[in-house]
């Protein structure tokens, strides 16, 4: 069958090599001059929203997805009804604003950070009397990798926060004082069966993921972030897969955003998982069974961000994958997965890359 992807990043990539090893093929949308994706299928270089570029994927495919949320949601509804689209605009207009988001995790009991809306200077006075300090200011919209967020740690903080987001629609979250971060990523399909991936342990950088390693040893933390997650599939009524980042503090999870899309903290699936987030993706929009996400030892991922070291595509450890993209700061270029049948042993192989990584940049 053919499946139409709006966006050709390396998402995209990873999905249409999926979808090959399945005996499918993919049609892409993307502007850009390089699409990592193009070494897996056609890609039309037209504008996401473009009319055209879309009519054609709906002639010329089976099902339409897409690989990254700031899709316009306008842009679907000039396919809808011509061709299925998966996963639902709902799940993307809620994604694509962070009130929206909250309202949503509120709506569905999930427990988040108590966050106010933000239209004012003023209003950022009023949050941190409201939260305390220090607070988080976010754009609601377009924020990713950490982009789009201020730290306000003290009154003074108040006027740079305003003049570097002022005039875009916000948010104040409170500062949650997390002991770590996970994602729990799960995939509904057509008839409604789910299948959640064990937890991933996540750390960041300056806002982007660095390393995610799965499963996580905390069995009441994994139940509570899959009943949040089957709330969220059930809910949408969602088709394809969706990632839930959340904060862990002690034996309490609370939700931080979710993507409507296979997810960087899903990576390590690939080599670490008997079914990979990106088939089960594609299974699940072609309405197919599901595979199983069992785990296949214990997996951990560190990204390659602003260049590919030649020590990294030497190592003796773990599988690279590039995506052959140019290197640029703050770029994700690439990843690296180990397995293995420890935890320790997968970590000590997460440490030599870690290592070889942050020596040579
Ligand atoms: P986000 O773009 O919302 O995923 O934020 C990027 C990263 O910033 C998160 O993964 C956390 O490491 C950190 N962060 C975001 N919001 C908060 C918060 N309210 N409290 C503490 N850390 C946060």
């Not at 053919?2 to 005996?23: D, E, S, T």
């Not at 005039?167 to 069966?193: H, K, M, Q």
């Amino acid at each position: 069958m053919r499946i139409g992807i709006i966006g050709a990043g390396q998402l995209g990539q990873m999905l249409g090599f999926a979808a090959r090893k399945l005996g499918d093929e993919c049609r892409f949308i993307d502007p850009s001059d390089s699409p990592p994706a193009a070494v897996c299928g056609d890609v039309i270089r037209k504008p996401f929203d473009d009319a055209d570029a879309l009519a054609d994927l709906a002639a010329n495919c089976d099902v339409v997805t897409y690989e990254f949320e700031n899709v316009p949601v306008e842009a679907l509804s000039h396919i809808e009804g011509k061709v299925p689209v998966y996963p639902p605009a709902a799940a993307l207009q809620h994604s694509q604003d962070r009130l929206d988001e909250k309202r949503l995790f509120t709506d569905l009991e999930i427990p988040l950070s108590r966050y106010r809306r933000i239209d004012s200077r003023e209003d950022i006075d009023a949050a941190i009397d409201a939260l305390g300090l220090p607070i988080v200011i976010k754009t609601r919209r377009l924020g990713y990798d950490g982009k789009g967020q201020f730290i306000v740690r003290s009154q003074e903080d108040c006027d740079e926060a305003w003049q570097a987001l002022g005039g875009n629609a916000l948010i104040a979250e409170a500062w949650v004082p997390f002991d770590y971060e996970v994602s729990c990523i799960g995939v509904r399909n057509v008839a409604g069966d789910v299948a959640i991936y064990p937890l991933a342990r996540n750390v960041h950088v300056e806002g982007i993921l660095r390393t995610s390693c799965s499963p996580v040893d905390a069995p009441g933390l994994a139940a509570k972030a899959e009943d949040y997650v089957r709330r969220l599939l059930d809910h949408l009524d969602y088709v394809g897969t969706l990632a839930l980042e959340l904060f862990v503090c002690g034996e309490d999870l609370f939700a931080n955003e979710f993507a409507p899309r296979v997810h960087n903290s899903g990576h390590w699936s690939i080599e670490g998982s008997a079914t990979s987030q990106f088939e089960n993706h594609i299974r699940a929009v072609l309405g197919r069974p599901l595979g199983s996400t069992a785990p296949q030892g214990h997996a951990g991922m560190v990204n390659l961000i602003g260049e590919i070291p030649d020590e990294a595509r030497n190592l003796d450890v773990g599988t690279l994958h590039d995506y052959g993209k140019s290197p640029r700061p703050g770029r994700k270029l690439g990843h690296i997965t180990v397995t293995a049948e420890t935890g320790a042993a997968r970590d000590s192989g997460i440490d030599i890359i870690e290592r070889c990584v942050t020596a040579s940049t």
